[in-house]
C-alpha cells in the first residue's frame, strides 16, 4: 500500500528541545497538508504546500514551526524550542488537485508530547 | 471565520439504534467531508457531499448536504459496536485556491453491545 505514512508515529521530548517530523504522502500527490489535533477536538489546519511551494500558513504556527518540502515529495515539520503547549497530534494530509475537487487522504500522525 | 458546529459531541447508544449527527455553519462550503477516526489513527474518509441537497448512502450510513451548503447530516441506521469513534466533518473551499478543510470538533460515538 501506498497510502501517506508519517514518522515518528510517537515522539516524547522535554521542554525546549527542538523535534522534526517526516510526511511520506501519497505518491504523485501535488499537495501535501499538515494540521494539528488536540485531544477531544477536530484538527486544526497548520500550513500546505502545492508541489515545493508553501502556499499557506495558519496564524497557529507560531515562527517555532518551520515546514519544508524541498523537491515537492516528502515533507518535514519541526517545532524549535517545544512547549507543553505544542503536546498534539500532527497529522499530514496529501491530496491531487484536478480541477476544482480534491480528496485529502491522512497519514496516521505523530502524537508529540512534551514534558 | 469559517466555523463548523458538530452536534452531539458525545453520543452513547446500544447496539442496534439508529442516530443522527450534525454538521452546521452560517458559512457556505463548495464541498464537506464526513471522516471517521480511531484512537491513534488518522481520519479516514467516508464521503465527500458537493451539491446542495445531496444524499449519498454508504451501507447503513446515510449522508445529506442542506440545499444552501451550509450544513450536513450523517444518518447511522441499527448501529454496529464497529461503528464507535470519532466522526469529524470538514468543510473544504475557501477563499482563494486553497484546499484546507474546516473540521468540527468532532461526535464520539460509543455503540454499546
Known amino acids: 500500500d501506498t497510502g501517506v505514512s508519517q514518522d515518528p508515529r510517537h515522539k516524547i521530548t522535554k521542554r525546549g528541545q527542538n523535534v522534526t517530523f517526516r510526511c511520506d504522502p501519497i505518491?504523485?500527490?501535488?499537495?501535501l497538508y499538515w494540521y494539528r489535533q488536540t485531544l477531544g477536538q477536530g484538527p486544526e489546519f497548520l500550513t500546505y504546500?502545492?508541489?515545493?511551494?508553501?502556499?499557506?500558513k495558519s496564524r497557529l504556527l507560531s515562527d517555532r514551526f518551520s515546514a519544508e518540502r524541498p523537491k515537492g515529495s516528502f515533507s518535514t515539520l519541526e517545532i524549535q524550542r517545544t512547549e507543553q503547549g505544542d503536546s498534539a497530534m500532527y497529522l499530514c494530509?496529501?491530496?491531487?488537485?484536478?480541477?476544482?475537487?480534491?480528496?485529502?487522504?491522512f497519514g496516521p500522525g505523530t502524537r508529540l508530547l512534551v514534558l | 471565520t469559517q466555523l463548523l458546529e458538530q452536534s452531539p459531541q458525545f453520543l452513547s447508544i446500544q447496539e442496534g439504534e439508529n442516530l443522527t449527527v450534525y454538521c452546521n455553519s452560517s458559512?457556505?462550503?463548495?464541498?464537506l467531508q464526513w471522516y471517521r477516526q480511531e484512537p491513534g489513527e488518522g481520519p479516514v474518509l467516508l464521503v465527500t457531499?458537493?451539491?446542495?441537497?445531496e444524499v449519498k448512502k454508504l451501507k447503513r450510513l446515510t449522508f445529506q448536504f442542506g440545499d444552501a451548503r451550509k450544513d450536513s447530516s450523517l444518518h447511522i441506521t441499527a448501529a454496529q459496536t464497529g461503528d464507535t469513534g470519532l466522526y469529524l466533518c470538514?468543510?473544504?473551499?475557501?477563499?482563494?485556491?486553497?484546499?484546507?478543510?474546516?473540521f468540527g470538533q468532532g461526535t464520539t460515538l460509543q455503540v454499546k453491545p
Open positions: 494530509a496529501s491530496s491531487l488537485r484536478l480541477a476544482a475537487q480534491e480528496t485529502q487522504y
Open positions: 505518491s504523485e500527490h501535488n499537495r
Open positions: 504546500f502545492q508541489n515545493e511551494a508553501q502556499l499557506e
Open positions: 458559512s457556505v462550503f463548495s464541498s
Open positions: 457531499v458537493v451539491t446542495g441537497g
Open positions: 470538514a468543510g473544504g473551499g475557501g477563499s482563494g485556491n486553497t484546499g484546507k478543510l474546516i
